[in-house]
């Protein structure tokens, strides 16, 4: 089993190789990963956006996250804002600090790194609390998520242009750890 690093990524450097793991990880075509490299770009513009990449020893990419604090006049927040309001939950729009996007390929999935990208980031959080969409349903995500504390806030979330509904998830800061390890 190969080693992996994660560490900080200058990730507008590398946007490509990022969406390359998240076109193989979530099943994007090339069309879409047009359209997400110009979201990404916009997002890392944006203040306290930063980012995380895991690397094997010969500098290859198998996974990311990035994140910012929330801001209630990006997209997201707009979107999802009725769906948390109506659950009674739209106060975790603020203060909060957003994961943007976490992937992982899908030959090192299971092996703790999608587990450490979050933590990782989320431990150098301002937010006293954190907050994601994850598409609706089952998933080794999602069971990941519940596994660091994050519970749902709203549910079904219907996004603009996508085929299947989301989860709104929050937890409290720092996220829950495993028996074996330290925060």
């Known amino acids: 089993m190969e080693k992996v690093v ?20 979530f099943g994007l075509g090339p069309e879409e990963v047009a ?36 801001d209630r006049a990006h997209w997201w927040s707009g979107i999802v804002q009725p769906y948390l309001r109506e659950q009674g939950n739209d106060g975790w729009l603020d203060d909060s600090f957003v994961i943007t996007e976490l992937h992982v390929l899908p030959g090192f999935q299971g092996r ?22 994850a598409i609706d349903g089952e998933s ?5 998520y519940r596994a660091l504390g994050y519970r749902d806030l709203a549910r079904p979330v219907h996004f603009p242009s996508a085929s299947r ?14 028996r074996t390890e330290s925060a």
């Open 6 to 25: 994660v560490g900080p990524c200058a990730l507008a450097e590398h946007v490509d190789e990022a969406l390359a793991v998240q076109a193989v990880a």
């Open 35 to 70: 359209i997400r490299r110009q979201i990404v770009l916009r997002h890392l513009a944006n203040p306290g956006a930063r980012a995380l990449a895991a690397h094997t020893p010969d500098g290859r990419m198998v996974g990311f996250v990035y994140g910012l604090p929330n």
């Open 112 to 133: 703790g790194i999608g587990r450490a990208l979050i933590t990782e980031i989320t431990d150098t959080a301002d937010q006293p609390r954190s907050i994601l969409s």
């Open 140 to 144: 080794p995500a999602r069971h990941l």
């Open 165 to 178: 509904p989301y989860a709104v998830m929050g937890a409290p800061l720092p996220l829950l750890r495993r």
